[in-house]
């Protein structure tokens, strides 16, 4: 297959490390099948906009500091002109938190530009063309439950782990609750009770977090460790908002111990059969392809 990768990024020597980088992956052993990779550069916003225009692109490295676009804004404009392209973003060690809340606006992974080489490199691209791909599906059918207004099942657990792989990437704990309800009620009652459940849930998760309906009888929510609320006061949140008759199990990911979210909600669930994650495992840094 031929891939078509646009890099955006300004002149310097990481962006000429990365298009030798570019010519070693075309062909390379580490796609694990045969791939041919037709780079196309672009070293200024204008440049990579005209590109982005034209169509022909599958994937895009974009440094979002380009000499005429910077920050959060040069993400944005890709979006806006080729939303059907994935975005792999490059930034320094000191912008991670920033390229984390980009990913969580549509961008579909971060690289440290310290810590770019084939292998993580790879590994992104691969990654974020399947991710998009999965997303652009569900999105083609529903992100949301229509009872609930909560986030479908495909919708959360891509969502979830998209947040799962930040959390490794910025060092910071993520709290995943599974609710289960119990529907000893008449279908009118039923119906009554899962919408108030989710409400108490939209509550518990608050602005930033993740809520999801599993299944008929069982809800996700996945929350944000963050300076402003550790996980410890998030817990106690939780403790302290009713949501009805509902049974709660939770689980935290750790960092330092990184899991997959099929592992994370196995944990929260407890004895419950395994649920099918629609993303990749979870994987610790330097492992093989």
């Keep these: 297959m031929t891939l078509r990768v646009l890099l955006a990024a300004p002149q310097s020597d990481f962006a000429h490390f990365l298009r030798d980088v570019l010519t070693e992956l075309d062909g390379s052993p580490h796609w694990g099948e045969w791939v041919n ?20 692109v599958d994937a895009l490295l974009l440094d979002p500091d380009l000499p005429d676009s910077q920050g959060a804004d040069t993400f944005r404009r890709a979006q806006a002109i080729a939303p059907q392209v994935p975005v792999v973003l490059l930034v320094e060690r000191e912008f991670a938190a920033l390229a984390g809340r980009m990913v969580r606006d549509g961008a579909q992974d971060f690289l440290l530009k310290d810590e770019v080489d084939c292998v993580p490199l790879v590994r992104a691209i691969r990654n974020s063309l399947e991710r998009h791909r999965v997303l652009t599906a569900a999105r083609a059918t529903a992100m949301t439950d229509s009872l609930t207004g909560l986030l479908t099942s495909p919708a959360f657990l891509i969502l979830a782990d998209r947040d799962r792989r930040l959390a490794e990437q910025l060092n ?29 849930l939209r509550r518990m998760a608050g602005s930033a977090g993740l809520v999801g309906r599993l299944d008929d009888s069982r809800f996700a929510l996945a929350v944000w460790d963050t300076e402003a609320e550790p996980i410890e006061e998030i817990r106690g949140r939780l403790a302290s908002v009713r949501a009805g008759d509902l049974k709660f199990g ?40």
Excluded at 37 to 56: C, K, M, P, R
Excluded at 282 to 287: F, I, N, S
């Design 172 to 200: 910071r704990k993520l709290l995943v609750v599974v609710a289960e309800a119990g529907l000893d009620h008449d279908t009118q009652r039923r119906d009554l009770f899962l919408v108030e459940a989710a409400d108490g």
């Design 37 to 56: 990779i037709e780079a196309f550069y672009g070293t200024t916003w204008s440049e990579a906009a005209d590109a982005l225009a034209g169509g022909a």
């Design 250 to 289: 939770v689980a935290v990911f750790d960092p330092q111990e990184p899991v997959s979210l099929e592992t994370l909600l196995d944990q929260a669930t407890g004895a419950a059969p395994r649920i099918a994650i629609m993303a990749e495992s979870a994987h610790r840094p330097g492992c093989d392809l």
